[in-house]
């Protein structure tokens, strides 16, 4: 049977057994190379010696000893030259690993450092025995420790990313960028870290990303229309805002069409003969093109295209500026320069060395110069010598930019006349406001200075003649103001004895009132009063007679008689709360309205309902007796005319005092007839409105169809009582 050979499972003990069948062959080798050695020295002794070797077993022991010894040498020989050339193997792997142009790190999973090259000491700025034994984290900042010490983690699991970008700190030097690649042993120990200087290539990136920005900042904030063409197809690939501005028409819809469908050129034909000659000659202008917008407007361009290469692309770049503006400034410009030649006032430019610059037709007519004479000729030709030092003034005004204005200055013209001229200058100034000329614009006025001479004589006897008629009319008035004072004083003397009149008759209805006050009084005491203490006295006169009647009766009497007291002293009671209510004094107002609403509806019938605000009671004595009176009359109108159900007093804070408002529901009435009536029926309405405006108060009513009556009552707060 044929046995099957044993399978190793341990990898140590697979790499041993194919270690020594790579083995097998060389100790063969070697085994016959040391036989043939020995046997060549002794081919010299003869066959005999050979003969006696063989027959004998020392000697055939001797001579695999021999054997062996050679093949120890030869083997020794070989791993001495193995030796020399490891050596050397690992010196040229040491030079190699000392001067790499990276950095290398040998780093425990902790972080430690146990093997450097001399470029990573070079590039940390520490000698390599510093280094050995700290942690790669102390190398960083605070700030990158966390980030490399997951990348660390991720690294020994297997699942980090290939490589990171770090800040490398160095003490006295710049800060540097590095990017660092990590290898994990196959044991898993450790792991092998690659460090490169990128702080170069970083700087250059940020520099394009600086200019990529920069570049794109000028795309998007560029005051003319921008388009990106692709050389090849025609086709927009990009535009900036401007341009969709411009249009009217979105990034989105731009992209993608050629210029004759956004209407920059005629047609097709148009857009690919301008191709053509981009293409030939690099780069193109047009002027003067018609542009029409989305919206219909129509504008005029202005095209430049550039064919140039970026990163190995043809691209074309078309700028587009709207001129129609520019345009319609150089009509403008010329409808100005024909108003300016048409002008019959002088139009004179010159520099700011008083030299003419510019002369109009204006000016030949006025001055008697041509323009030919006159342009490049001094200012100075048309002043007097006597004016010169106030030309002077006026150079200095215009070189500061003020501009500068003559109603009247003498010139001179050709033929030597003195003309009377108004003079404006003005500063022209180039698009940065310096000052670079001055125009002038000169009137003749001549017959207006004049007739200014005569219309200032004409003025002053004007003058004399308006004072002449000034005094007339001022006697007039005085005159008519004389009359009208009389007509005046007639009238309110008439109104004075008006209302002194109907004072008079208010007079006497107070004293009627007051009159009838005191009948009712003394009636009510003479048919109550007067009648009740009667019954008094004749009971008393019984109780007399009766003394000595039977003691249930007397007692019967007694009783009836104290009733008759109780009623003369409530009766009393109302009288005096009629005229004074001493819960007024001794409680505040308040109480007091509750006491008599009570008395009210239990004598009308009428539900009343009081809301009051605490505050009133801070009111003087005076005031708070003012609104008693004012509830008091209001509800005995409500009592005599309403005919109401429901009466409501509030009195509430208002925002300069207080307020007091009486509502009921019953019957309105015509509020300005009633206050305008004669006789008694406004007395109360008119005694109210005047206990309030007493005390700087106003009174309002307000009556209307199914809504009632509302009397209100303001008053400030004044002086605490």
């Known amino acids: 049977m044929n046995r099957k050979p ?4 341990d990898p140590a003990e697979r790499r041993e057994v194919q270690d020594q069948n790579q083995l097998r062959p060389k100790l063969a080798d070697l085994y016959h190379r040391a036989e043939v050695l020995l046997r060549t ?30 093949e120890l040498e030869l083997q020794n020989a070989e791993l001495r030259q193995t030796r020399d050339e490891l050596e050397a193997a690992l010196a040229n792997y040491t030079d190699l690993y000392d001067f790499a142009p990276a950095g290398y790190f040998t780093l425990a999973p902790d972080g430690t450092i146990r093997q450097v090259n001399l470029t990573a000491t070079q590039l940390v700025g520490i000698e390599r025995s510093r280094l050995l034994g700290r942690t790669f984290g102390q190398l960083l900042s605070a700030a990158q420790r966390p980030r490399f010490n997951s990348f660390l983690k991720q690294v020994f699991t297997g699942e980090g990313p290939p490589a990171m970008d770090m800040e490398l700190p160095v003490k006295g030097r710049p800060l540097q960028v590095v990017r660092a690649r990590a290898t994990r042993s196959p044991a898993g120990l450790e792991c092998r870290l690659v460090l490169v200087d990128i702080t170069a290539l970083k700087r250059e990136e940020d520099k394009v990303r600086v200019s990529e920005i920069r570049f794109r900042r000028l795309f998007e ?24 501005k411009l249009l009217g028409y979105s990034q989105a819809q731009l992209v993608g069409k050629e210029l004759f469908e956004i209407g920059l050129l005629e047609d097709e034909a148009a857009s690919q003969e301008m191709f053509k000659r981009l293409k030939k000659h690099g780069a193109i202008r ?44 150089e009509i403008a410009l010329m409808r100005l320069a024909a108003i300016v030649e048409s002008s019959n006032d002088a139009i004179i430019g010159k520099d700011l060395n008083g030299i003419i610059t510019n002369w109009n037709r204006g000016a030949e007519k006025i001055f008697g110069y041509s323009a030919k004479e006159m342009v490049g000729a001094s200012i100075t030709r048309l002043i007097p ?24 200055t003498l010139r001179k013209t050709k033929d030597g006349r003195l003309l009377n001229v108004s003079v404006t200058a003005s500063p022209i100034q180039d698009a940065t406001g310096k000052v670079i000329g001055a125009s002038k614009v000169a009137r003749d006025i001549t017959e207006q200075v004049q007739a200014e001479e005569a219309r200032r004589r004409l003025e002053v006897l004007t003058a004399s003649n308006r004072k002449l008629e000034a005094e007339i009319i001022r006697r007039q008035a005085v005159e008519a103001a004389l009359k009208q004072s009389e007509q005046e004083q007639t009238h309110l003397l008439e109104q004075s004895r008006s209302m002194q009149e109907q004072l008079r008759h208010l007079s006497r209805q107070v004293l009627q009132a007051q009159e009838d006050e005191r009948k009712r009084i003394s009636r009510e005491l003479h048919d109550v009063i007067a009648q009740t203490l009667t019954g008094i006295n004749v009971r008393l006169a019984t109780l007399k007679k009766g003394a000595g009647r039977n003691p249930e009766e007397f007692d019967r009497d007694i009783e009836l008689t104290q009733k008759l007291v109780e009623n003369s002293v409530d009766i009393v009671h109302q009288f005096a709360r009629e005229l004074r209510p001493a819960v007024l004094d001794d409680l505040g107002l308040i109480p007091a309205l509750h006491s008599y609403l009570k ?11 009081l809301t009051a605000f605490a505050g009133v009671e801070q009111l003087e004595a005076a005031r708070r007796t003012i609104l008693y009176r004012v509830a008091q009359e209001a509800l005995t109108n409500v009592s005599r005319h309403a005919q109401a159900s429901r009466v409501a007093v509030t009195i509430q804070r208002g925002t300069a005092g207080i307020c007091m408002k009486i509502s009921d529901n019953g019957k309105s009435f015509r509020v300005e007839r009633v206050f305008n009536a004669k006789g008694r029926k406004r007395l109360g309405l008119l005694g109210m409105r005047e206990r309030l405006e007493m005390v700087g108060g106003r009174f309002e009513i307000a009556s209307a169809p199914g809504q009632g009556t509302t009397v209100t009552a303001e008053m400030p707060f004044g002086q605490a009582g």
């Open 41 to 70: 020295p002794r081919k010299s002794q003869g066959v005999k010696a050979d003969a006696r070797r063989a027959e004998t077993d020392p000697q055939r022991l001797l001579h695999e000893l021999e054997v062996h010894q050679i």
């Open 6 to 9: 044993k399978t190793t499972a």
């Open 385 to 408: 010598p006597d004016r010169l030092a106030e030309e002077h003034h006026i150079l200095e005004k215009l070189k500061r930019g003020e501009s500068v204005e003559h109603f009247d």
């Open 599 to 609: 008395h009210f509806t239990a004598q009308t019938g009428v539900h009343t309902h």
């Open 221 to 244: 904030t560029a005051h003319d229309g921008v388009l990106l063409l692709d050389p090849a197809t025609r086709r927009i690939t990009d535009a900036n805002p401007f341009m969709t």
């Open 286 to 329: 047009y002027e003067n093109l018609p542009l029409e917008a989305k919206n219909g407007r129509h504008q005029e361009v202005e095209v430049v295209a550039n064919l140039y290469s970026e990163n190995g692309h043809t691209v074309i770049q078309c700028n587009i500026r709207d001129i129609t503006e520019r345009k319609q400034a």
